[in-house]
């Protein structure tokens, strides 16, 4: 039976104004590219093709649109191997978890909104 909630992809999509992002765990499952930088191999950025992944077209499309985008992450110190590896690589996506009910919501833009006012800078992060 097809679900009817709507996909991530969708849901950005019809984003008319800003989207937040709050990560919150330290690994995901490995991925090819994690166990290419495990063994010293680093990605070619001159070599779009190479890199470029659907989520990242997802977010162009939506900035393009005039779209806000905000992303957070909450990481343990010190870092795991793959928060080392993903400052930088790009990780792997979960399973989305959607819900439209307000509490939640309210919740979780309160969290993210607390992060967000604390954060440091990616390009200011040191590992």
């Known amino acids: 039976m097809p679900s009817s909630v709507p996909s991530f992809a969708e849901?950005?999509?019809q984003c008319e104004r800003s989207a937040v992002h709050l990560e919150l765990r330290d690994s995901y499952a490995?991925?090819?590219?994690?166990?290419?930088?495990?063994r010293g191999e680093r990605i070619k950025w001159e070599d779009?093709?190479?890199w470029w992944h659907p989520y990242d077209q997802l977010i162009a499309d939506a900035v393009a649109r005039?779209?806000?985008i905000r992303r957070a992450r909450v990481v343990s110190e010190p870092v795991s191997e793959y928060i080392h590896w993903e400052l930088s690589g790009d990780?792997?996506?979960?399973?989305d978890e959607i819900?439209?009910?307000p509490e939640a919501v309210k919740l979780c833009f309160a969290a993210f909104e607390t992060v967000w006012e604390r954060a440091i800078p990616h390009?200011?992060?040191k590992v």
């Open 123 to 125: 390009h200011q992060y």
């Open 99 to 101: 819900t439209a009910d």
């Open 66 to 68: 005039g779209v806000v």
């Open 30 to 38: 490995a991925t090819e590219r994690f166990e290419a930088w495990k």
């Open 48 to 50: 779009r093709e190479s």
């Open 91 to 95: 990780g792997a996506v979960v399973e």
């Open 11 to 13: 849901l950005l999509g």
